[in-house]
């Protein structure tokens, strides 16, 4: 058994850690979810060739290992770099196109997405269909060669904002099962009869709703196979999971900043490090993020191995979006009074409110991407071989 | 990075697993708690047979040149089996101090007999003070001539009442720090002045106290320098606790499997229960603190075998982590299990006990979480 990276891996993390450095500036502290949607900074990641680093080289990818994607993605969360405008697409929408899509959607989207200059949505869920999600209910029929499409997608992130929308919808309603008669669509968000509508959270990002009104679509723009599509739903997660994988990176910054402001703000003259209640505190939240690293580092090798790591995506997002809850509730303990001040409030606001937003932004992890009660039903009965 | 077992672990690990479900069944274990000896000289000499005794020890002291990972691995499936008996303390607390501070002439002594399983060893460090850093350590050791003579009481002593051989921490000098004036004797455990007493505890696991009322020791039984065993016993307690979290490990994933195995059988409502989510949901979170301590174990094993100067900060974590871990697992084990599980007859007893005693063994959680808090500057 060997933990270390090698030469070359810290290289790459140096490189990384640099690249960020310059181009956000050292001061860069990042920003609340909408904040982190910068086409600008996604084009230049494009640029230097950083997006899709572990795509295939032959589609214009880097084609790096898995511990190299893990590397990068610790080292893009720590620095709070802005992706959001491409994740969605590097790691969902191009690793399956690559898998299944026709030459004709390969040469058209990939290009864009590895070059920063292309946003998509994902739009499943839907108002009935949320951890059931097999069960999503708008429809796509047949109309010469087109298809009409009609139904709503709700909590979709970056709808109003996105060129794409990568979307789920069922194309046969006889199926035998609900699941073999969904199919994946890709949909300029302008096509006439598509409309969105804003939905506020209490994070301060902006969710939307997505209608189809009769809208008429190509039949071009069906992914891979007709009703295939949960299938490549639950199949093409690869690089999903490997990026869960450098999750915790994101959750060290944050724990780190709350460490070095327990070090610096005296209470009752006391520097807040020296209270043996906060220092419980903040040693058990360090114990919980150095197991939760390893978990990632255990999911990017087995990967490496080409093993489908099922279970263990599963346990890896229970585990750090709990621990992340754990962690938004820390840092408030921590800055006592002064952890409601939002930000924006002159001179007294610690880290400019960032900690007050993360403990309303951090039970957002366990409740998206399948919430974590699917996800322990999931490890029971996939990883454990528990009965259904 | 490679965090796959070598084929030569696969294959301990195996033949260890093969062993000890034939040699130590579980009627075997219960019947060893009530024992006064606590083991079985059969299953020790098997073991010895097998060169587990030797297995970390160089070839030219009689042992098989593996490593500590080998170790490691070793202890996993022996936690699984909750193996009664002086392996731990004489191979981790005896050999292994040994190995790392003794003599050319210590070394051929004592580590060729360890491998062959002649010797029981043990380590009297902890006192009635109950702590494990050096300013426990009051027993006195005085220098007449050739000779030291040892004072004092040594309380939590594994296994010392079948043991040969019992190294001894001693306090020879009152220094600045408490770190220096200890030093170690490897004391012949029929010395005169030696009383020892079994105490029973939760594990039922041989452990005593131990009296030492001017008790001589040669001075060519001293571990080390004069005043300079902290040194020797520190390292000795980190592999010791990395070593006592990969049985606690092993106890987790039996746990777990005897867990799983029951939910899966047992019916109720016309279903087995492990079909409930409720009870899925309860397994999946005993399998992530199995999946985590199994991870931390590595790693940390790792930094000790490879000597990183992070090692301290790794065992920390990991003991800190695994404590909390192996309660958790088995406490939830023995309410999947229902009733049936409290029974002394019953085998998730003896690891939700096994746990509470591996817990305090080589510092319990808080001793570890200070640790933390002192490396991140708090």
Same mark, same amino acid.
């Given at each position: ?49 950083? #997006? ?32 959001? &405008? ?72 970056? =709808?109003?904002? =996105? ?22 669509? #890709? ?58 994988? &450098?999750?915790? &990176? ?49 999911? &990017? ?80 009965? =996939? ?6 | ?39 079985? +000289? ?43 008996? +002086? ?42 003070? !109950? ?34 051989? $019992? $190294? ?71 592999? !010791? ?12 994933? !039996? ?23 409720? $009870? ?15 991870? $931390? ?75 933390? !808090? ?5």
């Amino acid at each position: 058994m060997d933990f270390k990276f090698t030469a070359q891996q810290e290289a790459f993390r140096q490189e990384v850690r640099e690249f960020l450095r310059k181009e956000l500036g050292p001061d860069w502290k990042g920003g609340k979810t909408q904040e982190m949607f910068s086409p600008e900074f996604s084009r230049k990641l494009g640029k230097k060739g950083w #997006i899709g680093i572990g795509w295939p080289k032959e589609y214009g990818g880097g084609g790096r290992p898995h511990m190299d994607q893990l590397i990068f993605g610790e080292e893009m969360l720590y620095g709070r770099a802005p992706a959001a &405008a491409h994740i969605l697409a590097q790691n969902m929408v191009g690793p399956t196109l690559i898998n299944v899509g026709s030459e004709e959607h390969k040469k058209k989207f990939l290009p864009m997405i590895l070059s920063g200059e292309v946003v998509f949505c994902l739009a499943y869920t839907e108002p009935q269909a949320g951890s059931d999600l097999a069960s999503l209910q708008t429809n796509a029929v047949a109309d010469g060669d087109y298809f009409r499409l009609n139904g709503q997608k709700t909590f979709i992130s970056f =709808a109003g904002e =996105a060129h794409y929308g990568w979307i789920g919808v069922r194309t046969d309603p006889n199926a035998p099962k609900k699941h073999r008669g969904i199919s994946i669509f #890709i949909i300029d968000m302008k096509t006439p009869g598509v409309t969105t509508r804003e939905l506020h959270t209490m994070f301060d990002h902006t969710l939307y709703e997505v209608f189809f009104d009769d809208a008429k679509v190509h039949k071009s723009c069906v992914v891979g196979q007709l009703n295939q599509g949960w299938y490549y739903i639950t199949q093409a997660l690869d690089h999903e999971r490997v990026f869960m994988a &450098a999750t915790i &990176a994101g959750y060290q910054r944050i724990f780190d900043e709350i460490v070095e402001y327990a070090k610096v703000t005296k209470r009752n003259g006391i520097p807040l490090s020296k209270d043996p209640v906060i220092q419980q505190k903040l040693t058990e939240m360090a114990i919980e993020l150095h197991v939760g690293r390893l978990l990632g580092y255990r999911l &990017a090798w087995l990967l490496e191995k080409g093993i489908v790591p099922f279970s263990e995506a599963s346990i890896s997002k229970v585990f750090t979006s709990e621990l992340e809850k754990r962690l938004g509730n820390l840092g408030m303990q921590v800055l006592g009074l002064y952890g409601q001040l939002q930000q924006g409030t002159p001179r007294y606001a610690p880290y400019d409110g960032y900690l007050e937003w993360e403990y309303r932004f951090s039970p957002m992890q366990a409740v998206g991407g399948g919430a974590n009660e699917i996800q322990r039903i999931i490890i029971a009965i =996939a990883g454990l071989g528990l009965p259904r | 990075m490679n965090l796959d077992l070598t084929e030569e672990q696969e294959m301990l690990r195996t033949s260890a697993r093969d062993f000890l479900t034939k040699e130590c069944p579980k009627a075997l274990v219960r019947k060893l708690e009530e024992d006064n000896k606590g083991f079985s +000289p059969d299953m020790w000499r098997k073991m010895a047979d097998l060169g587990w005794m030797g297995l970390v020890l160089p070839e030219k002291y009689g042992g098989q040149g593996m490593g500590f990972m080998d170790l490691i691995i070793l202890l996993q499936e022996m936690g699984r089996n909750i193996v009664p008996g +002086p392996f731990f303390c004489t191979v981790v607390l005896g050999s292994l101090p040994i190995l790392n501070a003794g003599s050319e002439e210590q070394k051929n002594e004592f580590l060729p007999k360890i491998a062959k399983g002649e010797l029981i060893m043990t380590l009297a460090f902890t006192e009635p003070s !109950a702590r494990y850093d050096a300013a426990g350590v009051h027993t006195k050791a005085e220098t007449h001539g050739d000779t030291f003579v040892i004072n004092g009481t040594k309380l939590f002593v594994e296994n010392a009442h079948i043991a040969n051989y $019992i $190294i001894c921490a001693t306090r020879t000098r009152k220094g600045d720090a408490p770190e220096d004036g200890i030093t170690l004797f490897i004391v012949d455990a029929k010395s005169q002045g030696i009383k020892c007493e079994v105490m029973p505890t939760i594990g039922a696991d041989k452990l005593c106290e131990v009296v030492f009322d001017n008790v001589k020791v040669p001075k060519k039984n001293m571990l080390g320098k004069l005043h300079g065993g902290w040194h020797i016993l520190s390292k000795a307690l980190e592999q !010791a606790t990395i070593a006592k979290c990969a049985e606690m490990v092993g106890g987790e994933e !039996a746990a777990m499997e005897m867990t799983l195995a029951y939910v899966k059988e047992r019916v109720q409502y016309g279903k087995p229960i492990g079909s409930f989510q409720v $009870i899925q949901h309860y397994c999946a979170n005993m399998w992530m603190n199995v999946e985590t301590s199994r991870d $931390i174990l590595y790693k940390a094993a790792w930094s000790v075998a490879e000597g990183l100067p992070t090692s301290d900060t790794e065992v920390a974590v990991a003991k800190g982590w695994i404590n909390e871990a192996y309660k958790f697992v088995t406490e939830r084990a023995l309410q999947c299990h229902g009733a049936i599980g409290t029974t002394r007859d019953h085998d998730i007893g003896l690891y939700y006990r096994r746990a509470k005693s591996g817990e305090l063994a080589f510092g319990d959680t808080d001793f570890y979480k200070e640790v933390v !808090a002192q490396k991140l500057g708090l």
